[in-house]
């Protein structure tokens, strides 16, 4: 009876093992990305809270206040404007994004001989940088020396030469036209993932079926990309409202600081006013309004098959 306890007993003990070698190995894999995360989100949020409730200077000894940094948010008309213009921006911007992106993805959504070349060439805009994509459209839309002005000139379409980033309508217009050039291909490449995630054979029944080209795409295709549709649409609005860099360069927040965003003012307060404390409650406000968005963007283009 020793004997076959012991017997019984030893595997479940090396089996036991086992699992925990695996649980060991499964965590060392996973701790590099768990260290990355608390290093780089959890403590930088962590302390940008912290920092909220402080007068924090860029020199000096900071000052505990509470909530009063979000009282003075309250407050302040120029947040709100400029949380109102990227909100404006967001719904200028998207659109033209979606429907451009979408259609060049059914455009190269085919096994056409050579149709990878196009594929790059929508896509080459994406990883050049948005502070050197910025510049470049600076020096396209110079009133003396840019190339657009002159196309224009040249078609007989203007008389003469347009400031294009003087003005805040025209300044929208230009920046609008830059981020679509220089992030379409992005959700280009996701929407063309999407698709050809999806099996051929449906199309192929829905034909035999005597469906017309359009059928399949909006009762096939189309709700078939309501996942791909939803991340698209969150990394787009995301990115919209964290605009920066091209209105920083391309229009300094002018004319009349009519083109500040969002972002731009934390930037103003926290590193031309040295109001860190007062900025990071700005960015712990943005933050919220953010993950909000996204939730009820996800919920409205959730997939309903899967739950």
């Given at each position: 009876m020793?004997?076959?306890?012991?017997v019984i007993v030893?595997p479940?003990?090396r089996?036991?093992t086992?699992?925990?070698?695996r649980?060991?190995?499964?965590f060392l894999?996973?701790?590099p990305?768990v260290l990355?995360?608390?290093a780089m989100?959890?403590f930088?949020?962590?302390m940008?809270?912290?920092?909220?409730l402080?007068?924090w200077?860029l020199?000096?000894q900071a000052t505990?206040l509470?909530?009063q940094?979000?009282?003075d948010?309250?407050?302040?008309?120029q947040?709100?404007a400029?949380?109102?213009f990227?909100?404006q921006?967001?719904l200028?911007?998207?659109?033209?994004?979606f429907?451009l992106?979408?259609v060049?993805a059914?455009l190269?959504?085919?096994?056409?001989?050579?149709?990878g070349?196009f594929r790059?060439?929508?896509f080459?805009p994406?990883?050049?940088?948005?502070?050197?994509s910025s510049?470049l459209?600076?020096?396209l839309?110079?009133?003396?020396v840019?190339?657009?002005?002159?196309?224009?000139?040249?078609?007989?379409?203007i008389?003469r030469p347009i400031?294009?980033?003087?003005d805040?309508?025209?300044a929208?217009?230009?920046?609008?036209?830059?981020i679509?050039?220089?992030?379409?291909?992005?959700s280009?490449i996701l929407?063309?993932?999407?698709?050809?995630a999806?099996p051929?054979?449906l199309?192929q029944?829905?034909?035999v079926?005597?469906?017309?080209?359009?059928?399949r795409l909006?009762?096939?295709m189309?709700?078939?990309?309501?996942?791909?549709?939803a991340?698209a649409?969150?990394?787009?609005?995301?990115?919209s409202?964290l605009?920066?860099?091209q209105?920083y360069?391309?229009?300094r927040?002018?004319p009349?600081n009519?083109?500040?965003?969002?972002v731009?003012w934390?930037?103003n307060?926290s590193?031309?006013?040295?109001k860190l404390g007062y900025?990071?409650?700005?960015?712990i406000?943005?933050?919220v309004?953010?993950?909000?968005l996204?939730?009820?963007q996800?919920?409205?283009?959730?997939?309903?098959?899967t739950?």
């Amino acid at each position: 009876m020793a004997t076959a306890s012991s017997v019984i007993v030893k595997p479940a003990r090396r089996g036991a093992t086992l699992s925990q070698q695996r649980m060991i190995a499964g965590f060392l894999f996973v701790l590099p990305a768990v260290l990355f995360t608390l290093a780089m989100f959890i403590f930088p949020l962590i302390m940008t809270g912290w920092m909220s409730l402080h007068n924090w200077p860029l020199l000096g000894q900071a000052t505990f206040l509470g909530l009063q940094n979000y009282v003075d948010m309250m407050n302040d008309r120029q947040f709100w404007a400029s949380l109102w213009f990227t909100t404006q921006y967001t719904l200028l911007v998207t659109p033209p994004i979606f429907i451009l992106a979408f259609v060049l993805a059914l455009l190269v959504n085919t096994a056409l001989r050579g149709v990878g070349i196009f594929r790059t060439i929508y896509f080459i805009p994406v990883v050049i940088g948005l502070g050197t994509s910025s510049l470049l459209w600076v020096w396209l839309l110079n009133d003396r020396v840019g190339i657009i002005n002159g196309i224009l000139l040249d078609l007989n379409l203007i008389q003469r030469p347009i400031i294009w980033l003087v003005d805040k309508n025209l300044a929208m217009f230009a920046i609008i036209v830059s981020i679509v050039w220089k992030t379409v291909g992005f959700s280009m490449i996701l929407l063309l993932a999407g698709m050809q995630a999806i099996p051929d054979e449906l199309y192929q029944a829905a034909e035999v079926d005597g469906a017309s080209y359009w059928q399949r795409l909006t009762h096939i295709m189309m709700p078939l990309l309501r996942s791909t549709f939803a991340l698209a649409l969150v990394l787009s609005v995301i990115g919209s409202y964290l605009a920066f860099d091209q209105f920083y360069i391309m229009t300094r927040g002018g004319p009349q600081n009519q083109t500040i965003t969002a972002v731009y003012w934390i930037f103003n307060n926290s590193f031309t006013y040295y109001k860190l404390g007062y900025g990071a409650a700005l960015s712990i406000v943005l933050l919220v309004i953010l993950g909000v968005l996204s939730i009820i963007q996800l919920r409205v283009l959730r997939d309903e098959t899967t739950y």
